[in-house]
């Protein structure tokens, strides 16, 4: 195992996309970033540089961080943010990992443009349990809005409404082949008869999305860095945080092929965002002068799609690689997760646009979650977060009016390698939508998802336990619920959240503290001494 150095300048940078330009926040001058590349037992070391007039946090999205969340990233929850100027180093081991995962700003809404890829190989002489691919290319997905994205946040916060949606979704920092042809768009470069790994990156906002290439079929085998079960599909869904490493065999004749990634979004709620982002598979000998095979993407509403390939996900649960599924289960919780409106009286509307877990909307604290466990500070946070929501009722029915969220700062506790099943449930206030919900630290399985309301004593029936896919992003869909496990085996502070930026925005957020254990490696190690200061 070796040591891996990088350094992250995080510089203010005039980029053209769309045929406009304007000033954003990048790192190493770069949109998207720089790649990070280690091997599983690797232990990476980024020196991040301040040089913007913001305040910034890197989190290392799916990185297990195992004793080490002082390295997770997520402002105010693990570290207070690296101020103008100032610098911190990130220092992590990855272990027990390989595949494809993403590093992003984890503060304000940054993250629109200060994202890049984690490639993890396996260790050295350790094949793929598939065949080795020709060539490796990482596609990550995002999207992009003229104006200034924290202009934008800002607006909506004080109007109590929604932001505006993005102008168009990029592919590789790409914009739509169509909107600014003197630009160009990403070109994929491909050789007959080779198959190609695509390690695929949704790193939108605010936007799940449908990916497709005309006339080519994928092969998925790993999500969020666990190998799947090999499955063949025409169209892959990727919500915000989560990635998808697909082969992709190049069969055709020569010719271009587009490659679309268009939103995929089931709600009522009338969310118009067509742009779809658009690139091509371009094979060796083609013509300049030749015509792209196009493909039509599907329908903004497709959710039987959706399903479809979320129902296909199994892990691959080999020998070498299998699916550890707790059996047992310790803490039982059913969170509902969902939007709301508060009363507001600074609000031009007199209403204010919230999102809760079981109810709490969650504040954000003053100084890291993680500073005041470790250094036992009180009055920062309380760790009675409702294992249950408090008044149970209809959740996908008709809803409660005058139905009130609740602030805090509240953290569930749970005890070192203890065991989580958590059933989240969506909740039609103001209207069901499709909530990817990231968990740091872990790694989950996906036990069950249903349509409607949870059903504790039929559903748990029905749970896969034996190769249920395993990940640490999930999409909870619209006016459903998701079943996920997992092993309390990394003791630290973890935020959970909505991956739609503007549902943590809102409040859809919470952390669990995961207290010591009692044997040697058990427990979170102290804080490195140039941690940045609140
Ligand atoms: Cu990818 Cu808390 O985030």
Redesign the pocket.
Known sequence: CMVRHYKFNVVMKNTTRLCSTKPIVIVNGKFPGPKIVAREGDTVLVKVVNHVKYNVSI?W?GIRQLRTGWADG?AYITQCPIQPGQNFVYNFTISGQRGTLFW?A?ILWLRATVHGAIVILPKRDVPYPFPKPHKEVVVILGEWWKSDVEAVINEATKSGLAPNVSDAHTINGHGPLSSCPSQGGFTLPVKFGKTYMLRIINAALNEELFFKIAGHKLTVVEVDASYTKPFKTDTILIAP?QTTNALLTAHHAPGKYLIAASPFMDTPIVVVDNVTATATLQYQGTLASTNTTLTAPPPQNSTPIATNFTDSLRSLNSKKYPAKVPLKIDHSLFFTIGLGVNPCTTCANGIRVVASINNVTFVMPQISLLLAHFFKITGVFTDDFPATPRIPYNYTGTQPTNFQTMNGTRLYRLHYNSTVQLVLQDTGMIAPENHPI?L?GFNFFVVGRGLGNFNASKDPKKFNLVDPVERNTIGVPSGGWTAIRFRADNPGVW?M?C?LEVHTTWGLKMAFVVDNGKGPNESLLPPPSDLPKC
């Open positions: 989190h999205h997520p992003h984890h945080g990231h740091h935020f959240h991956h």
